[in-house]
């Protein structure tokens, strides 16, 4: 493997790793690139697993990623680097040129695809097109990295203008499998309730599920929201989000992987569209991907809650202290963030789990855990998705295991944001007197 570590990045210059298992391939487009001067080529792998390697150490512009190679093929090194290194742009390059191909390499995190041999001028025009929509989400990780986080997740004074209290709980998860979709969806769900308006937003956009999960094939989608969301009409707005069965308003995300490029090139689009409508609406869940970027700052700018879904493990406790790590940096309020815990091993007597307690996460993290959800098999969670309903309404008994803890978590939210102060302080002197909620003008009058 080749190539030494880069020193400070020159703005002018973008940096170019090359991973293809032929060296003559690598010498030669190492050469090409070598024509251009705003190129510069700092590295070069034979394998996957060294391209992944190389990336996590120099974090270069642009990885140029050959599909086919021994070891570890260009897809599994492009999920991992999207994983891992999401400053880095990957384009696939194969002798392949047809759709499956395309779909599998853009479903991976391919940015763009280059079809062998190499046209010079589709190269270059490609590697300078890939990194400059690339350029705000290189940027957020490079102010990482400088420290400059508290001015960018810095929440802002909020402010709601409409009839409803607009409400945002935002689910969010650094690690992929852990039911993040399925807590939304059911947290969504279970705060339906009447006269109170839900909101369920799809911001996971390059592999949005909620659609799926709901079965819902919507005329409009976030991407077509997204085209014209300075002029957004919030009465249009509901028109043309889907409904689903149970009354809730849906807007699901991107149809294909790459749609979502043309929303993160403009990060505040959907903090805009929360903007827009969150007034019309009690509570607005926003399911989001895992990806740290501009996209996910913006729209923790607008939250109210921010949920962080995780599992019991090891992996999953070190990633969500990292992100929590960033909000504490970035002056973001610790009690606007709870955990939820899921896929939870029920603890029997002698019997030793592969999980973290609870307890001791919540102790590890610093931070209330709001929920704690049980494993159930995941035949059952298959099932409620395949008769598009959310899972908290799959079945009629709600002391069923998972169903309960759900319609858990969403009563003490509702409680806790929709709860009027005032009402509160009757409460706490009179056993008898009910607690009233935010709803309406007079919601907003209570927050």
């Known amino acids: 493997m080749g190539g030494k570590k880069s020193s400070q990045p020159d703005k002018n210059i973008i940096s170019i790793l090359l991973v293809d298992d032929i060296p003559e391939n690598r010498e030669n487009i190492k050469k090409l690139l070598g024509f251009e001067q705003d190129f510069k080529v700092i590295g070069t792998a034979g394998t996957g697993r060294e391209g992944v390697e190389f990336a996590k150490q120099h974090k270069p512009d642009i990885i140029i990623m050959d599909i086919n190679m021994p070891d570890m093929d260009g897809l599994q090194a492009t999920e991992i680097i999207t994983r891992q290194v999401p400053r880095s742009a990957i384009i696939i390059m194969s002798v392949q040129n047809d759709s499956d191909y395309y779909r599998r390499a853009m479903g991976a995190g391919a940015k763009d695809f280059l079809t062998k041999p190499i046209n010079m001028d589709e190269m270059y025009n490609t590697v300078r097109n890939v990194y400059k929509k690339h350029e705000s989400v290189r940027r957020f990780h490079d102010e990482l990295e400088s420290g400059k986080l508290a001015d960018i997740l810095r929440p802002q004074k909020e402010e709601v203008e409409g009839e409803r209290a607009g409400h945002?709980?935002?689910?969010?998860?650094?690690?992929?499998?852990?039911?993040?979709?399925?807590v939304a969806t059911s947290l969504a769900s279970g705060l339906m309730k009447e006269d109170v308006k839900v909101l369920l937003i799809d911001a996971d956009l390059q592999f949005a599920d909620v659609g799926t999960f709901l079965n819902l094939t919507p005329q409009s989608t976030i991407t077509e929201v997204a085209e014209d969301v300075n002029d957004l009409d919030t009465e249009l707005f509901e028109n043309i989000?889907?409904?689903?069965?149970?009354?809730?308003?849906?807007?699901?995300?991107?149809?294909?992987?790459?749609?979502?490029?043309?929303?993160?090139?403009?990060?505040?689009?959907?903090?805009?569209?929360?903007?827009?409508?969150?007034?019309?609406?009690?509570?607005?869940?926003?399911?989001?991907?895992?990806?740290?970027?501009?996209?996910?700052?913006?729209?923790?700018?607008?939250?109210?809650?921010?949920?962080?879904?995780?599992?019991?493990?090891l992996v999953s406790a070190k990633n969500m202290r990292f992100v929590l790590d960033l909000f504490d940096q970035a002056g973001f309020p610790p009690e606007k963030t709870a955990i939820v815990l899921?896929?939870?091993?029920?603890?029997?007597?002698?019997?030793?789990?592969?999980?973290?307690?609870?307890?001791?996460?919540?102790?590890?993290?610093?931070?209330?855990?709001?929920?704690?959800?049980?494993?159930?098999?995941?035949?059952?969670?298959?099932?409620?998705?395949?008769?598009?309903?959310?899972?908290?309404?799959?079945?009629?008994?709600?002391?069923?295991?998972?169903?309960?803890q759900l319609h858990g978590l969403a009563d003490t939210l509702f409680t806790e944001l929709m709860t009027d102060p005032e009402d509160e302080k009757g409460a706490a002197g009179d056993d008898t007197t009910k607690k009233k909620t935010k709803s309406g003008i007079a919601g907003l009058l209570g927050r």
């Open 342 to 404: 899921n896929k939870v091993m029920e603890e029997r007597k002698g019997a030793k789990t592969p999980t973290i307690p609870p307890e001791k996460f919540q102790s590890y993290l610093k931070r209330n855990v709001l929920g704690i959800l049980p494993l159930i098999d995941e035949r059952l969670v298959l099932a409620a998705i395949n008769r598009g309903v959310p899972f908290i309404g799959s079945d009629r008994d709600v002391n069923k295991p998972l169903i309960k």
């Open 168 to 182: 945002v709980i935002v689910v969010y998860s650094p690690v992929g499998g852990v039911g993040k979709t399925t």
């Open 241 to 313: 989000v889907a409904t689903h069965d149970s009354g809730m308003k849906v807007l699901t995300g991107p149809t294909r992987p790459e749609f979502a490029d043309a929303i993160w090139e403009r990060p505040e689009t959907i903090s805009t569209i929360i903007q827009k409508v969150r007034g019309s609406y009690d509570f607005v869940v926003v399911d989001t991907g895992s990806r740290l970027d501009p996209t996910l700052s913006n729209i923790l700018q607008e939250a109210t809650r921010v949920l962080l879904v995780g599992t019991p493990t």
